[in-house]
């Protein structure tokens, strides 16, 4: 069995890591690489920087963020926001990310994952599902950060991705996103079941228990977290402890 990944996920505004509660009411929490460099002392697997920033000057910001995050920090980080053409991707690959991860664009033109995977592999294409459960049952995925349910439906969208070439999925509850309650577990168990590529679980970390219970009962691959990281709750090291004492295999 491949152990078990924590990833800290850190949101960048204009060069700075900024978190809130559904991508609203953002509070600064620190520059994006020196935050990046601790966490990879900190002994994170892996880091996840998503742009939100909203202007192309935002957007070159952020490129040459990712020039200095790669020269900065020793573990594989993936980048995502406002990535809508093959062009963007190779910008930020160029600039040295490791993967890049496309959600709206990739919903809006789905043969921009098969022209990525087809260009770098799939191992460098990570699809952002951000999905909300309606009032009817069904996951619906989301665009404009998570405010508007488009027609694809989580698990047939995910299975969609799988068969274009992506090499991950990174699903994100935005019903639980921010609010620390926990991840919906037995909708990643069904996700698991739907796909055979990695599932990277986002959206309700709160305690050490919520990221057990995603990772063994939610068979996620990994857990990516940002509020129990970024305001100290614990640390990467510590949480890491704690999943091995509950006999989950994590990445030393």
Not at 117 to 123: I, K, V
Not at 216 to 245: M, Y
Request: charged share 25%; aromatic share 6%; hydrophobic share 40%.
């Amino acid at each position: 069995m491949v152990a078990k990944r924590i990833i800290p996920c850190l949101d960048v505004k204009e060069g700075r890591t900024v978190k809130g509660v559904n991508f609203l009411d953002l509070r600064d929490v620190g520059d994006a690489v020196e935050l990046g460099q601790f966490y990879a002392r900190g002994g994170a697997d892996e880091l996840v920087y998503l742009d939100i920033s909203a202007t192309r000057e935002g957007r070159n910001t952020f490129t040459r963020l990712v020039e200095r995050i790669a020269d900065g920090i020793n573990i594989p980080f993936t980048v995502g926001g406002g990535i809508s053409s093959l062009e963007d991707a190779s910008r930020l690959l160029d600039a040295g990310a490791d993967k890049i991860s496309i959600n709206s664009a990739a919903i809006a033109n789905p043969s921009l994952i098969d022209a990525i995977a087809s260009r770098y592999g799939s191992q460098f294409v990570v699809v952002a599902i951000d999905a909300r459960q309606m009032e009817d049952g069904i996951w619906r995925a989301t665009t404009h950060g998570g405010s508007r349910p488009c027609d694809k439906e989580l698990f047939s969208w995910a299975r969609e991705a799988q068969e274009r070439g992506a090499g991950e999925i990174l699903f994100t509850s935005m019903n639980h996103d921010g609010t620390r309650s926990g991840y919906p577990c037995e909708t990643f168990a069904r996700l698991a079941e739907e796909i055979s590529i990695p599932i990277i679980a986002s959206g309700g970390a709160g305690s050490v228990q919520d990221i057990a219970d995603v990772l063994t009962k939610g068979r996620a691959d990994a857990a990516l977290a940002a509020s129990i990281f970024h305001f100290g709750e614990i640390t990467v090291a510590d949480l890491k402890q704690e999943l091995k004492r509950l006999n989950i295999d994590v990445r030393c």
